[in-house]
């Protein structure tokens, strides 16, 4: 569980909307956020949270690399950056509630179960963020269910919280959920930490669904793959190794560099072009994320 000091980062974020927002816009949020703080009046929170949009508009904000390491080393893994100036808004003014957990959870909650899409979004986003975190891990766990793109991008995407606070059956759902509806696996936080057995054999059960059915696979679902390579999860290696596709061939040598499984590594050294991959093209699952990232612009 993750332990930040939570008046600091109000003042990190308080920055930047105050950047971002007319005097006008940004006096009415700053007094409601100390009403919320002082009074407690939960009506007129809902209000404003729901009104948001109407006072400070929806434009993007674009942070410095320096911010978003200011606001990281506050809030592990936690960024702002490309948020609509209402949802980063709307995050900092549900840090200033004050309850005890009961009537805090109910509160929020009820935000969560009246909420419409970018509401949601704001209230997925400040998972990482709100007070007594454990009470909000069914809350995220539902939340994965949802098929709104934009509100399943806030979950799961730049967010801490799952990889700190799901159990591993839900966030074997997640990453699931992610492969499936084709997610930048990579800005999932905690990806390689979380990855497990049962992810791994699950993602190899998916992908000869798949295969069976004609259908490629992103060559990126085996990063979760890595470290749990056995003889079963062999075979699929060694498919992507004599695959035509150069992107599963990539895939394979960097499989069969992370894993320990000593045949993996034999497939490596026996097979000069993925031992090439390695030693002369620096591959990485970043560059090729951004191989099929290219791919996907040119189609």
Known sequence: MADFDHNLLKIKLKEIVGQHLSTEAFSWLATEADCLATTADIRRF??????????????????????????????????????????????WLVMHLQAEPGKYFETIENLFLNAEMNELVALYSALPVLEYPELWQKR???????????????????????????????????????????????????????????LAESISFFAHERWAAGRQVSPLVWICVTKFVDDNLLKDVQRLAYSTDSLERQAAALVCLESNHPAAKSILAENPELNSFITKDNISWVTLDAELNELKQLS
């Open 140 to 198: 995220c766990a539902e939340g994965i269910r949802n098929n709104i793109a934009q509100v399943l991008e806030s979950i799961m995407c730049n967010n801490p919280y799952p990889g700190e606070q799901l159990d591993e059956a839900a966030w074997n759902q997640l990453i699931l959920k992610a492969i499936f509806t084709e997610k930048p696996l990579l800005q999932i936080q905690s990806l390689g930490e979380r990855s497990n057995k049962t």
């Open 46 to 91: 809902n209000t404003a949270f729901v009104m948001m949009p109407r006072k400070t508009g929806k434009g993007t904000v674009h942070t410095t690399p320096e911010v978003q390491i200011d606001l990281s080393r506050v809030r592990t893994g936690f960024t702002v950056n490309r948020w609509s100036i209402d949802r980063i808004s709307r995050v």
